[in-house]
């Protein structure tokens, strides 16, 4: 079933830990993104790619960083966490326009990250 | 730069009554407007776009260029309608990442 998947669903995790979050993708789009939204409150990107090997930062400065070395997976991975990363990731992804498929964005279940 | 912004943090409205979720945006091209719903405990999904110009959920919303504005109505709210709402654009006809409102949280009454 086309879906976009996030793993692990809930992370708790210490200061100074490296931790990589997943994202991937059955629905053939091209497009992918990151938010990170606190509990009831606005999203923000934080990470876009358009395809495969592009990457650009979004408008929340953030001291994570992806990669997008196959069309479906779009991996977030924080080198050293902070208490100041605690909040939800959100993934989403689209297809662009022309590509026969709708182009609203779809979203994972998010993934909760608190560090300790 | 493109922004939106949502007035109310929120909005409380008994069963039945009408409902207007309000929308402004700021940029000067052809954005692309949507609406997306996040049910307790659920993904965020979309509810509407501006270009489909549908009615889901009883929900309607219709693009105001001249006040920019992309108001979300229901005539008549169900408790399930409760969420947490956010009106989101998309600069270049669809080409860029969403940018979202800082959401409006909608409690029906019963």
């Known amino acids: 079933e086309a879906d976009i998947y996030q793993t692990p669903r809930y992370l708790v995790i210490g200061t100074g830990k490296k931790i990589t979050l997943e994202c991937s993708q059955t629905?053939?789009?091209?497009?992918m993104y990151w938010y990170q939204q606190d509990p009831g409150m606005e999203l923000h990107l934080i990470h876009y790619?358009?395809?495969?090997?592009?990457?650009e930062k979004g408008d929340l400065s953030s001291e994570s960083t992806v990669s997008r070395i196959r069309t479906e997976h779009f991996p977030l991975t924080l080198e050293s966490a902070r208490p100041s990363h605690t909040s939800q990731y959100l993934c989403a992804s689209s297809a662009s326009p022309g590509t026969g498929m709708s182009t609203e964005a779809f979203f994972g279940q998010g993934t909760r990250l608190t560090v300790v | 730069a493109q922004r939106v912004t949502q007035p109310e943090k929120l909005l409380s409205v008994f069963k039945g009554a009408p409902v207007e979720l309000k929308c402004n945006y700021s940029y000067s091209g052809s954005p692309e407007l949507f609406w997306y719903v996040q049910y307790s405990r659920q993904r965020l999904q979309l509810l509407l776009r501006h270009i489909s110009r549908e009615s889901i959920k009883g929900f309607t919303a219709d693009l105001n260029k001249g006040e920019t504005s992309f108001h979300l109505k229901k005539p008549f709210a169900q408790e399930e309608d409760s969420a947490m709402y956010y009106c989101a654009l998309s600069a270049h006809s669809g080409n860029t990442p969403l940018v979202f409102g800082k959401g409006t949280r909608l409690s029906v009454i019963a």
């Open positions: 629905m053939g789009h091209d497009k």
């Open positions: 790619s358009y395809g495969v090997n592009s990457t």
